[in-house]
């Protein structure tokens, strides 16, 4: 059977029964438990409701709900998203997101099975992260047009991107407070809740300071920019609209630059920069512990993948020019 595309995915959900008010209450308490337990980021609790809720409206109709699924429909709504096209990288998603709701019923004596027990997670291959050449990044990094407001601001997200390794959600909700241009570090709020500070390094710094100086007074109007929920203080980048950019906009905005740049967009993304500033500080000698926590990886595990990075391009070298390579 041929798989679906995520369009016609999108429409079959639409077509779904609403969900059920006891499913509701379950999935809303779960998620409600594992923020005031774990600190969960957002995104993390946005898919697992997502995950669950695909669940339960496949299950509409059947006795007990989500809360009584067994093993052998979860062995039948896998085969199913897997005719349907879903990845095994989204299925194993999926399965994580299940062990914690039915470790949390467990825990509530509403179940003492785990009907996931027994189900292996699919295997997923390893793929090492893409980082783009220094001077693929370089030109990237000059692409905006700095006259304009908006370049000055994309010129300055750039940089701190690439500078200080962040992710996506750490740069477009960093708050004006978080930053202290007279010791050079950014405190930015990771995976988790867990904060950390990040040296800025000279060129982001000046960069920044041009944008808080000459665009930043520009975007907001005069006006005050409104505090953002979960910010101690307003955002650091703002829209003409006086908001953060949405993770989307700037997302848009690495494409566009890599288009001027002469760079094959589909072989960037703004999470390629993080990559690209792990990789390029091991090509240049930095420790792995220092890596780990300029990155806030929570276990050295992840960030020893940046090593294979390295190896792998090593062996290209040695078999690019050695004469028995």
């Known amino acids: 059977m041929p798989s679906t595309t995520p369009a016609e995915r999108r429409q079959r959900a639409q077509r779904l029964p609403p969900l059920r008010e006891a499913d509701a209450d379950a999935i809303n308490g779960f998620l409600d438990a594992l923020w005031a337990e774990t600190g969960a980021a957002r995104q993390t609790l946005d898919g697992y409701r997502r995950d669950l809720e695909g669940l339960a409206r496949w299950r509409d109709g059947h006795a007990g709900g989500l809360a009584a699924v067994d093993r052998a429909a979860l062995f039948d709504y896998l085969a199913r998203r897997t005719q349907d096209g879903y990845s095994a990288r989204s299925n194993a998603r999926l399965l994580t997101a299940l062990r914690a709701f039915f470790a949390h019923l467990r825990r509530r004596g509403v179940r003492e099975d785990d009907p996931v027990a027994l189900i292996d997670p699919p295997r997923l291959p390893r793929s090492l992260p893409k ?7 370089d030109a990237l990094l000059a692409a905006p047009e700095v006259s304009t407001p908006a370049g000055l601001r994309d010129r300055a997200m750039l940089e701190l991107m690439y500078a200080c390794g962040l992710r996506v959600s750490e740069l477009v909700g960093l708050p004006v407070n978080g930053v202290n241009l007279r010791q050079g570090v950014l405190r930015v709020m990771g995976k988790g809740s ?5 040296p800025l390094g000279e060129e982001a710094q000046h960069w920044l300071e041009r944008y808080l100086r ?3 007074p520009v975007l907001s109007g005069g006006k005050p920019v409104p505090r953002d929920e979960g910010i101690d203080d307003a955002p650091l980048f703002i829209t003409p609209e006086r908001r953060k950019p949405s993770r989307q906009q700037f997302w848009a905005t690495v494409k566009k630059s890599a288009a001027i740049a002469g760079i094959d967009p589909a072989k960037i993304s703004p999470h390629g920069l993080r990559h690209s500033f ?29 090593t294979l990075v390295a190896r792998e391009k090593l062996k290209q070298l040695h078999a690019k020019h050695h004469p028995r390579g």
């Open 214 to 216: 000459e665009a930043r």
């Open 194 to 198: 867990k904060e950390r500070l990040v």
């Open 278 to 306: 792990a990789t390029h500080l091991l090509n240049h000698g930095a420790d792995l512990r220092a890596l780990q926590m300029l990155l806030g990886h929570s276990s050295l595990s992840t960030t020893q993948i940046y």
């Open 131 to 137: 980082a783009i050449a220094e001077a693929q990044v």
